[in-house]
């Protein structure tokens, strides 16, 4: 159990953390003028800027003929996780899994990441940035269904477009549901 103390000591670090994310995004001229860089390298990353989301996608990997859950679950702590077997901007199609977490949990190692993935609304955009390639997505659906219809939800295929899903549970922090957000690939 956190001590009030572990509780803001770790959010101070997590505060002084995104600071110092920023700033590694700046540079400071000799008239104190902030710019920032051009030339920032982004490499299997994913943004979505209408809920403020920056994150490592993490490659899962499969294992012969199953799926090892815990060794998925550890890399998710990583940031988020391609799901084995995704193709981004390929016809087959990609999954990203993200943690979510109710409002006040204190979390680390990304285990709230996704837990404003219902704001999203058809439109908004995502960026992917993989295997040094830059990706738009567009929203155009939002599926909330029973873990034991997974299977079914995530059978999209789409003869003319790429279509990427961001996958959570739902309500946050909890596994009853799950929470699909739908996006097609713009280019």
């Known amino acids: 159990m956190f001590s009030n103390y572990e509780f803001i000591s770790r959010e101070i670090s997590i505060f002084f953390e995104k600071i110092f994310r920023f700033e590694e995004n700046l540079k400071r001229e000799n008239n104190g003028q902030i710019e920032i860089k051009t030339e920032i390298k982004k490499e299997n990353l994913i943004e979505i800027p209408k809920i403020k989301i920056s994150a490592p996608i993490i490659v899962g990997q499969m294992e012969k003929t199953s799926l090892d859950y815990q060794k998925l679950e550890e890399k998710l702590k990583q940031g988020v996780l391609l799901y084995p077997g995704s193709k981004i901007g390929e016809k087959e199609g990609a999954v990203i899994l993200g943690h979510s977490a109710p409002p006040g949990y204190p979390v680390k190692d990304y285990e709230d990441i996704f837990s404003n993935l219902n704001q999203l609304e ?14 738009i997505y567009e929203v155009f659906e939002k599926k909330i269904f029973l873990p034991k219809d997974e299977e079914n939800v995530l059978k999209i295929k789409d003869e003319k477009d790429s279509v990427l899903i961001l996958l959570t549970c739902w309500p946050p922090g909890q596994t009853r549901q799950r929470l699909a957000v739908l996006t097609k690939l713009l280019k």
Do not use: H, S
């Open 122 to 135: 058809r439109g908004d955009r995502v960026f992917v940035y993989f295997q040094q390639i830059k990706y």
